[in-house]
């Protein structure tokens, strides 16, 4: 199983990124995939969520700026970063947790997203 995240980069407040999370030896249609981020200094945490259902959830902090979604038969996951911010500034890891089949985590390398002020 292999996740390659993707579309990180540098952009000013306000600004636009779209990530990518592709996936090989899993698929993203039968089960949840997630997004986290890390920003230097502090813990990784949860931005978003997509269940096989397609129900999405998000950290309060992303809430109306981001949109996770997915396109199965390029078995992908996206996640739209809209208005961002300098405190968006992290690195974004995707993350398939356990799941019914396939007990395993999987976590993705990681892509930079920096937003200047």
């Known amino acids: 199983v292999q996740l390659q995240a993707s579309g990180g980069g540098s952009v000013q407040a306000g600004g636009s990124l779209r990530l990518s999370c592709a996936a090989s030896?899993?698929?993203?249609?039968?089960?949840?995939v997630r997004w986290y981020r890390q920003a230097p200094g502090k813990q990784r945490e949860f931005i978003a969520h997509i269940a096989a259902s397609g129900r999405t959830n998000y950290a309060d902090s992303v809430k109306g700026r981001f949109t996770i979604s997915r396109d199965n038969a390029e078995n992908t996951v996206f996640l739209q970063m809209n208005s961002l911010t300098p405190e968006d500034t992290a690195v974004y890891y995707c993350n398939v947790p356990p799941r019914i089949g396939a007990p395993s985590e999987y976590w993705g390398q990681g892509t930079l997203v920096t937003v200047s002020s």
């Open positions: 030896g899993i698929s993203v249609s039968i089960g949840t």
